[in-house]
C-alpha cells in the first residue's frame, strides 16, 4: 500500500522560506505526478503545484513566483520551498499522488505549518 | 480560474435521511470533477472521480452525477461515519480548484 508522509517545521517566521518534503513508501516516485495542496484554517482546499517523476513543474498562478518543487528519485521523495511567507500561508499542508485515472487518491496525512514571528 | 460553488455550506440532517449535495462551476468541465469526504485532522477521502465513478472501496450509498457545470454528491442514507465536509473538485483545467466545502452535521 502507497503510503506519503509530510515532514518539515511546523513554525516558520515570516518573511522566510517553508520548507516542506513528503516520502513516499510502498511505491516507487517513478511514473506519477505528484502535488502539494494546502487548507488554510477555516478555510477549503488550494491546490500549489506539481512535479511528475521527471521534473515537469506546474505551479498556481496565485503563488507561482514565491513556488519551487523539486522531486529525488533516489531518495523517493519530493519537496516544497514556499519563498517569503506571511500568516495567510499558515496551513495543514498535504501531499498526494495523481493516478493514472488522473485523479488523487492516495494523500499523505498533512502537516501543520504556522507562520508567526 | 474555473471557481466551483458549493451549496449548501452547511447541512444539518439525521441518520437514514437522503441528502444532496451540489457543485456548480463558472464553465463547462465536461465530467473532469472528484469528491471528497474530509474529517478533522485527516486527509481528503476520494469518494468519486469522473463525475460519477464510485472509488473501490467507497460505500454504494454515495453516488455522484451531472456533467458540464453542474454536479450532485448524494447519500442515499446518511450514516453516522458521514458527518465531515465534502469537498468537490475539478481536473478539467489546471489550476486545479476546490469548492467552498458542504459541512454535514448531525441534526
Known amino acids: 500500500q502507497v503510503q506519503l508522509q509530510e515532514s518539515g517545521p511546523g513554525l516558520v517566521k515570516p518573511s522566510e522560506t517553508l520548507s516542506l518534503t513528503c516520502t513516499i513508501s510502498?511505491?516507487?516516485?517513478?511514473?506519477?505526478?505528484w502535488s502539494w495542496f494546502r487548507r488554510p484554517p477555516g478555510k477549503g482546499l488550494e491546490w500549489i503545484g506539481y512535479?511528475?517523476?521527471?521534473?515537469?513543474?506546474n505551479y498556481n498562478p496565485s503563488l507561482n513566483s514565491r513556488i519551487t518543487i523539486s522531486v529525488d528519485t533516489s531518495k523517493n521523495q519530493f519537496s516544497l520551498k514556499l519563498s517569503s511567507v506571511t500568516a495567510a500561508d499558515t496551513a495543514v499542508y498535504y501531499c498526494a499522488r495523481r493516478d493514472t485515472t488522473g485523479y488523487y487518491y492516495f494523500w499523505g496525512q498533512g502537516t501543520l505549518v504556522t507562520v508567526s514571528s | 480560474d474555473i471557481q466551483l460553488t458549493q451549496s449548501p455550506s452547511f447541512l444539518s440532517a439525521s441518520v437514514g435521511d437522503r441528502v444532496t449535495i451540489t457543485c456548480r462551476a463558472s464553465?463547462?468541465?465536461?465530467?473532469?470533477l472528484a469528491w471528497y469526504q474530509q474529517k478533522p485532522g485527516k486527509a481528503p477521502k476520494l469518494l468519486i472521480y469522473a463525475a460519477s465513478t464510485l472509488q473501490s472501496g467507497v460505500p454504494s450509498r454515495f453516488s455522484g452525477s451531472g456533467s458540464g457545470t453542474e454536479f450532485t454528491l448524494t447519500i442515499s442514507s446518511l450514516q453516522p461515519e458521514d458527518f465531515a465536509t465534502y469537498y468537490c473538485q475539478q481536473l478539467n483545467s489546471y489550476p486545479l480548484t476546490f469548492g467552498g466545502g458542504t459541512k454535514v452535521e448531525i441534526k
Open positions: 512535479i511528475s517523476y521527471s521534473g515537469i513543474t
Open positions: 510502498g511505491g516507487s516516485v517513478s511514473n506519477y505526478y
Open positions: 464553465q463547462g468541465i465536461s465530467s473532469f
